[in-house]
């Protein structure tokens, strides 16, 4: 999935006000909680995810995985919270990207 740099903003702005939903402890990105984080795409598609393990360099690993893992797409990142993004079409209400 492609999405342009003015709809990955917008985006951002639709995330600011969210709360992370799944939160990375001490154990890391296990199979378990990327099957959480898949569940909360799938039902969000728009999702904040805290990673309080390791230091940086583990931190960019583990956003870089889920990213992979999930096909989501990396909207935005401050700090130890990452903001992911996945279109779900069979959703009841979408999330309608702007044709910016």
Same mark, same amino acid.
């Given at each position: 999935?492609?999405?342009?740099?003015?709809?990955?903003?917008?985006?951002?702005?639709?995330?600011?006000?969210?709360? @992370?939903?799944?939160?990375?402890?001490?154990?890391?990105?296990?199979?378990?909680?990327?099957?959480?984080?898949?569940?909360?795409?799938?039902?969000?598609?728009?999702?904040?995810?805290?990673?309080?393990?390791?230091?940086?360099?583990?931190?960019?690993?583990?956003?870089?995985?889920?990213?992979?893992?999930?096909?989501?797409?990396?909207?935005?990142?401050?700090?130890?919270?990452?903001?992911?993004?996945?279109?779900? @079409?069979?959703?009841?209400? @979408?999330?309608?990207? @702007?044709?910016?």
């Amino acid at each position: 999935m492609s999405i342009t740099e003015k709809q990955k903003r917008w985006l951002k702005k639709q995330a600011h006000h969210l709360k @992370p939903v799944v939160t990375l402890g001490q154990h890391g990105l296990t199979e378990a909680v990327l099957a959480e984080i898949e569940l909360a795409l799938s039902h969000h598609e728009l999702l904040k995810v805290k990673v309080n393990a390791g230091d940086r360099d583990e931190r960019d690993a583990a956003i870089a995985l889920i990213g992979e893992r999930t096909e989501a797409v990396l909207v935005g990142r401050i700090g130890h919270v990452a903001s992911f993004y996945r279109a779900n @079409p069979e959703k009841r209400d @979408p999330i309608l990207l @702007p044709n910016l």
